[in-house]
């Protein structure tokens, strides 16, 4: 029985960058489990714009499943 989610090696920590730097390109995170090799991650990036001129969110998700279980 597969009771373990997948863990994710690599998700870079929440960072604020100032208007005139661009944004760090998105690490490749790797997936391990205790049952399962192989595992793929998905990857998403949205960008909510904020209240004024340059001022935005990009929410990078990543997610990876065994079958069983899925980690965000």
Do not use: H, K, Y
Request: with cysteine.
């Amino acid at each position: 029985i597969d009771t373990q989610a997948p863990t994710l090696t690599g998700v870079p920590a929440n960072t604020t960058i100032q208007c005139n730097t661009m944004p760090p390109q998105a690490p490749v995170v790797t997936a391990t489990d205790n049952c399962a090799m192989g595992i793929v991650v998905d990857f998403d990036e949205t960008t909510t714009p904020g209240s004024c001129a340059n001022n935005s969110t990009i929410t990078r998700t990543w997610t990876a499943t065994d079958g069983c279980n899925t980690t965000t």
